[in-house]
């Protein structure tokens, strides 16, 4: 395996109905969501192998979730099926080019009852790299289960990954979500985040303070500035690439396009730089569409835009 990615796997309603209110939405089309079940989705279509650990209920909403990832390619004989409990929900609102609020259900939800089983952690530790997220670490039996992986996977010599996803909903305070991935930092060698996040885990105001603490803690820090593009951090070097621009359709899901288009890249050898380019590449295709998890691209229309960018 490739990698394996332990969190959430979510439902998601996107609006039909472009610049309607999501209070007034009548339309939606279904997808399967969640930032880590987002990512293995784009990890399994640029043709890595790709597993999952997870929890999710025997209901109709949570089979579609199983077989979508199923039909991905990403093995999903590690999600656990518990009868009783229900899956993640997101609903947003589609308002292009800046405009997508979203509405999150997630009262007990399927991926935080999940408890890591030996035979969870010996598949861990068989993958070249591991990947979690803070969700994960959000309520027991899931955050034990995700900092047991963590250690197992860096006891095994693999590449760890973690990626913030701070979701507030999923938490009481936000200093409780910085206090859950400061514990996981000395586990970590690549960590992703956006702005506000960096400041959460470093429990410092101002992105620059908490950049500059953060790289010395983690031996790859990457940062996901938004409109402004993304930074990748090791040691003394220091890239930073703009936004592949392209017209938006949705930002939702960009942050996990690039998560997989960055890792892949990464995982391949390339120079960090060059992995800037293919996860800002994996997150212009992503807001050029509709949906998450559908609109994780190929190696060819990564490799196509990137190519567009340097003769444009």
Avoid at 5 to 16: F, Q
Avoid at 19 to 39: C, D, E, K, M, T
Avoid at 193 to 220: D, F, S
Wanted: one cysteine or more.
């Amino acid at each position: 395996m490739d990698v394996v990615i332990l969190g959430r796997i979510g439902y998601d309603l996107c609006s039909e109905e472009p610049h309607v209110p999501l209070a007034q939405v009548r339309r939606f089309s279904r997808y399967l969501g969640g930032s880590s079940a987002n990512i293995a989705v784009g990890l399994a279509r640029l043709g890595l192998r790709v597993g999952m650990v997870s929890c999710l209920g025997t209901d109709p909403l949570s089979q579609f979730l199983a077989d979508f990832l199923h039909q991905e390619g990403v093995d999903t004989s590690r999600v656990k099926r518990v009868p009783g409990l229900l899956p993640s929900l997101a609903l947003t609102e589609v308002s292009p080019p800046d405009r997508f609020p979203q509405v999150f259900y997630r009262q007990d939800p399927a991926d935080a009852h999940l408890e890591a089983e030996p035979e969870d952690l010996d598949y861990v530790a068989g993958a070249r790299m591991f990947l979690t997220n803070g969700t994960a670490l959000c309520a027991s039996p899931s955050r034990e289960s995700a900092y047991r992986a963590l250690e197992r996977a860096h006891a095994a010599g693999r590449r760890v990954a973690f990626d913030v996803d701070y979701r507030w909903m999923s938490w009481r305070r936000p200093e409780e979500a910085g206090l859950a991935s400061r514990l996981a930092l000395p586990l970590v060698d690549v960590l992703l985040a956006n702005e506000a996040e960096l400041e959460l885990v470093a429990g410092l105001e101002g992105y620059e303070r908490a950049l500059e603490a953060l790289r010395r803690r983690v031996p790859l820090v990457v940062a996901k500035l938004g409109e402004r593009g993304t930074r990748v951090c090791q040691g003394e070097q220091d890239f930073f690439l703009p936004p592949y621009r392209v017209q938006v359709v949705s930002t939702i899901g960009a942050g996990d396009g690039f998560a997989a288009g960055f890792l892949y890249a990464l995982l391949a050898g390339k120079p960090l730089e060059e992995c800037l380019h293919y996860g800002n590449a994996a997150a212009a295709v992503v807001v050029s569409r509709l949906s998450c998890s559908e609109a994780m691209p190929t190696p060819a229309e990564i490799e196509q835009l990137i190519a567009e960018r340097r003769t444009g």
